[in-house]
């Protein structure tokens, strides 16, 4: 495996071990409440970059077809796998040189998949939140978050 490649696998398994358990570089203070609100409240805080949201919203009306795409491309490539079993199957052999352009179909086909969820579900698309009230647009957030604004639960709609 290249070492950029195996850099790059061992970064990303970092940053999700590091969010999942809540680790931060600089870590805030959080944000305290008396113990009779704290079970009826969320904290949210305004979006940060809205560009990223835009795109996404902007392509929006193309998303029925880029999900027929990919199932039209995931189809072609498993007929192309298929074809190159079947061809390996009937001369009793295997023959190694059938199946590159299946997994480099498969590769390709990976990694766009990845790139459009990546512009379809941006990093705010689960996290978006409305608040009665209150404008702008808001995503929910931790309460040791830099300008977190503990509001009413029942405000909240997504």
């Given at each position: 495996?290249?070492?950029?490649?195996?850099?790059?696998?061992?970064?990303?398994v970092?940053?999700?071990?590091?969010?999942?358990?809540?680790?931060?570089?600089?870590?805030?203070?959080?944000?305290?409440?008396?113990?009779?609100?704290?079970?009826?409240?969320?904290?949210?805080?305004?979006?940060?970059?809205?560009?990223?949201?835009?795109?996404?919203?902007?392509?929006?009306?193309?998303?029925?077809?880029?999900?027929?795409?990919?199932?039209?491309?995931?189809?072609?490539?498993?007929?192309?796998?298929?074809?190159?079993?079947?061809?390996?199957?009937?001369?009793?052999s295997?023959?190694?040189?059938s199946?590159?352009?299946?997994?480099?179909?498969?590769?390709?086909?990976?990694?766009?998949?990845?790139?459009?969820?990546?512009?379809?579900?941006?990093?705010?698309?689960?996290?978006?939140?409305?608040?009665?009230?209150?404008?702008?647009?808001?995503?929910l957030?931790?309460?040791?978050?830099?300008?977190?604004?503990?509001?009413?639960?029942?405000?909240?709609?997504?």
């Open positions: 495996m290249k070492p950029l490649m195996l850099f790059a696998i061992v970064a990303l970092s940053i999700v071990i590091a969010v999942s358990f809540g680790m931060q570089i600089i870590p805030a203070e959080p944000t305290t409440l008396s113990p009779d609100v704290l079970a009826q409240t969320l904290y949210v805080c305004p979006t940060e970059s809205m560009f990223w949201d835009e795109f996404a919203m902007a392509i929006a009306p193309f998303r029925h077809y880029l999900v027929m795409a990919l199932f039209f491309a995931i189809m072609v490539l498993a007929f192309s796998w298929g074809w190159a079993l079947y061809q390996n199957l009937l001369t009793d295997f023959k190694r040189d199946f590159k352009k299946p997994w480099q179909m498969t590769k390709w086909l990976f990694w766009a998949s990845v790139i459009v969820l990546l512009f379809v579900m941006t990093p705010n698309y689960f996290r978006t939140v409305h608040v009665d009230g209150m404008p702008g647009e808001y995503v957030c931790d309460s040791f978050s830099g300008n977190a604004t503990a509001v009413p639960a029942n405000t909240v709609h997504n």
